[in-house]
């Protein structure tokens, strides 16, 4: 099969790319702040790894309630509009939680933060493929989804620092500033892309009738995301508590592992493009996902620090490799009509799934350990692999 030739892409093109980029990035802070003070929240105020995971979970719920309704706004109004109300809204959120006192109420300030950055996760995509030609999207799908690891790795390496600084409002004002510079940013580069007119040659229809290819992607994605969410929530705590790594060593690890993902992000998706095929890499993702999260926990159990953190920066990036690809399929089946909509659906679940992860691995690994939990968490990809879409269901799929 022979690639398509590929188109050059204007530099304003790049520019959109690099403020979705940042924005995504920014939001992604502010979500995963609370993960990086798990360990603040266990040795500093006495809380439980459950509990502390329940606080860590709380904006990936606000994610859950709102990716659809931002979606379906993207669709509606268009992705610079949703953009900027949404990343104003996340800022006027994060200092509401720098200011609350008590632990409920700064669970319920958290669940609106995260409520409110959901605002980038359908607008940025639908963006992206909207603006970007089918043999450079992959690539620039890919180069977008590098936000979450950099995001991640940024909270890594600032939150625990931080919190011990000035606790936990400082540790949030680092997400909150990012916010307004990326406000500040996408208000002066973003524009919309044209949209479409009804017509027999642009299916706007409901993608999900008569067909069960993208509730499969979903399926798959929210599987793929467990390990995700447990490598990058309790990997900080497994080198600290576990191996009694200094923080800073392990918040450098956890930072380096997340930028290798956003690396693995971009490389997946040329690969995808070159291969006209979004899926088929998805799937050998998914296959790679159940042996390196096998590799880490047998390091663990070996208690071998360094090769654990060998395997824990190659499953972190194996783990976070396959969200481009299905991001982009997603977009692609559902159509210009359809793509808000159905990120947010695709997003919901990883998030909704995300939710669960903290807590639920925080109480597994007080029964059992952290290589162990790990070693469970190696289910999900496995699950995966049978479930991704054959060649003859991919359809718009594969451009």
Known sequence: ???PPVARVPVRLWVILAAMVLAQAATTVVAAAPAFLIPYFHEQQGLSLAT???LAGAPNLGLVLALVAWGAATD???????ILIGLALTAATVAAAMLV???LALGIALIACGAASACT???SGRLITGWFPPERRGLAMGIRQTCQPLGMAIAAIGVPALAVAGG???ALALGGALVLVSLGFCAAVVRDPARPIRSSTVPLGNPYRGSGVLARIHLVSVLLVVPQFALSTFGLVWFTVGFGWDPLAAGALVAAAQFAGAAGRIAVGVWSDRAMSRLRPLRLVAIAGVGVLLLAAAFGWADLSVPAAVAYLLAT????????LAFTAVAEIAGPGWAGRALGVQNTG????????????????????????????????AIAVPLVPQASERGRAEN
Not at 318 to 324: I, L, R
Not at 350 to 371: D, H, M, S
């Open 1 to 3: 099969m022979t690639a």
């Open 52 to 54: 502390a995971g329940l």
């Open 76 to 82: 509606r109004y268009g992705e610079r509009r949703v």
């Open 101 to 103: 006192d008590g632990l």
């Open 121 to 123: 996760n359908s607008a």
């Open 168 to 170: 936990v409002p400082l």
């Open 317 to 324: 990036c194996v783990s976070v490799a396959d969200n481009g």
């Open 350 to 381: 990883q998030f909704l799934a995300a939710a669960a992860v903290g807590p639920a691995i925080g109480a597994l690994i007080g029964l059992v350990g952290i290589p162990a939990a790990i070693a469970v968490t190696a289910l999900a990809p």
